[in-house]
């Protein structure tokens, strides 16, 4: 019993001894991290600071966009577009890539589509878009790049779909200043596409520039005003003629999850005839 009391009580001593060992070192380096129940080393710190990152920079969303093109004397075209956006970081530099993978589903009627017409859907192009971003090159500015392919799910009907595969390659600027008003960003994006194999006879293969001025401004804290973002200004490289289109859209956010927008297009220059005027709108889901 006293040999049992004995090794207690050096049980004890020792515990008390380690404590004091422990609570010492911390003042002599105050910078040690310290838990309740677990010190957190270097390593563990990089990678709670790894998962944190990559999380911050993933998110994943979805709109649906609903079109109505006039093209005159009764006629009109409709499109219905489902989106899905994904964004991720490459690496740790603060670069950032999107993808984007869309469909659309049209229709037309009216009297100028002669046989094309009716108001029923019909499958048209998919696209998929992969764009990356650089972090900040300046203050406040970035640059990117990336390309777009049209796959003809329309397949060989050209009154709905472009009946051809294209690809094309992009480039981008984002400048997004803080403390400049309602200003909120400028992220003009340059993209030429090109057709590369029909799946219909009727098809010309396409030569396009597409130029999107986009420019943003926060209204208020929940409605946004973006021109140039969704229509942009088009040259057919085989004619050389132009679509340039006055664009503006408002888009209001109702929480962290949904958002809804509504907006219009009307040609300032229409010698490659697009249609007469433009009024689209969306809905969001963020995850």
């Known amino acids: 019993m006293r040999r049992l009391k004995l090794l207690l009580a050096m049980s004890i001593a020792g515990v008390i001894a380690l404590g004091n ?9 105050p910078s040690r991290p310290q838990t309740d129940d677990v010190v957190i080393n270097d390593e563990s710190r990089a990678q709670t600071d790894d998962e944190l990152f990559f ?3 993933r998110k994943t969303w979805v709109e649906v966009w609903g079109f109505h093109n006039d093209h005159g004397n009764d006629s009109a ?3 219905i577009q489902p989106r899905l956006y994904h964004s991720f970081p490459l690496g740790r530099s603060g670069a950032q890539a999107v993808t984007r993978l869309d469909t659309s589903f049209n229709s037309n009627s009216g009297p100028k589509f002669n ?3 009716g108001g029923e859907f019909n499958p048209g192009n998919t696209r998929w878009t992969l764009a990356g971003y650089t972090p900040e090159v300046a203050q406040n500015l970035t640059f990117g790049g990336g390309f777009r392919m049209v796959l003809p799910t329309g397949y060989n009907n050209p009154a709905y779909s472009s009946a051809q595969w294209a690809m094309g390659p992009q480039l981008a600027m984002t400048y997004t200043p803080k403390n400049a008003g309602a200003f909120s960003f400028f992220s003009p994006t340059v993209r030429y596409m090109m057709g590369m194999t029909q799946v219909s006879p009727r098809a010309t293969l396409m030569r396009t520039l597409e130029l999107y001025p986009a420019t ?3 209204l208020t804290p929940k409605l946004k005003l973006a021109m140039w973002d969704e229509t942009g200004i088009y040259l057919s490289a085989r004619t050389g003629r132009w679509f340039v289109p006055a664009d503006a859209m408002l888009t209001y956010s109702f929480d962290k999850s949904w958002g809804a927008t509504i907006g219009a297009s009307a040609p300032l220059i229409n ?4 249609y007469f005027w433009n009024v689209y709108s969306r809905v969001i889901y963020n995850f």
Do not use: H, R
């Open 21 to 29: 060992a422990f609570a010492q070192s911390t003042l002599e380096n």
């Open 55 to 57: 999380a911050s920079k």
């Open 77 to 79: 075209t409709n499109n």
């Open 115 to 117: 046989g094309g017409g």
């Open 216 to 218: 943003g401004f926060q």
């Open 271 to 274: 010698d490659n005839f697009n």
